[in-house]
């Protein structure tokens, strides 16, 4: 049966206008993308990214074009995505989250079993654009929102496809007063189809 992924819900019938890339990348089955990711921040954010990072939220070391893969597995209607970055010292990041569909065209990714991120999704010139809406607690039954600029900044992902295999993609935060505190892009194949978990 052609289940509709997580993307397609969220997009509608914009998912139509995704190039094959962007629908490879975010087609409805385990797969993974392999590429290089660079990673950029100011100096002053890094005790801020250690935390981060304790909470399982982003990379809390800088790098150009570091070896990048993102394992991608549904578990029913949630997507778990598994990051893997490698640094030239042979230390490696890992960075895991889970997405699901919010309703609409929202997606929430979490990056533990209490903190996520609510977003907004739409094409626009074949690009596919993320924009975040605000930070999510949950506590017990309560599902608290707080604004992104109380945490790090405003977040925004832009995807782009440069040929039926490849994609760029391009992650900022944003803060309101600091300006971009925090930048990861980088140019990434969609490669294979995952093997079944034993």
């Known amino acids: 049966m ?5 993307m397609e819900k969220a997009l509608g ?18 797969n993974t ?14 005790p801020y990214l250690h ?13 150009t074009a570091l070896p990048t893969t993102v394992e991608k597995r549904l578990h029913g209607d949630t997507q778990h995505w598994s990051r ?19 309703g609409g065209n929202e997606l929430i990714e979490y990056v533990n079993h209490f903190i996520g991120l609510r977003m907004s999704v739409h094409v626009m010139d074949g690009r596919l654009h993320f924009k975040g809406k605000h930070i999510l607690i949950n506590l017990g039954g309560l599902r608290l929102p707080i604004p ?23 992650f900022r935060l944003t803060h309101p007063l600091f300006g971009q505190i925090y930048r990861y ?9 995952l093997p079944p978990e034993d």
């Open 2 to 6: 052609n289940r509709k992924s997580l």
């Open 13 to 30: 019938e914009q998912w139509n206008e995704l190039p094959p890339a962007l629908k490879a990348h975010h087609r409805h089955e385990d």
């Open 33 to 46: 993308d392999t590429g290089g990711l660079t990673i950029e921040y100011p100096a002053w954010m890094t």
């Open 51 to 63: 935390l981060a990072h304790a909470f399982g939220a982003l990379i809390n070391r800088r790098g």
């Open 84 to 102: 893997t970055t490698h640094f030239p010292d042979g230390r490696e990041a890992r960075f895991n989250s889970r997405w699901l569909h919010a």
């Open 148 to 170: 992104e600029s109380l945490i790090l900044g405003h977040t925004t992902i832009i995807e782009t496809a440069l040929d039926d295999e490849h994609f760029e993609m391009d």
């Open 185 to 193: 892009s980088g140019i990434f194949r969609v490669s294979r189809t």
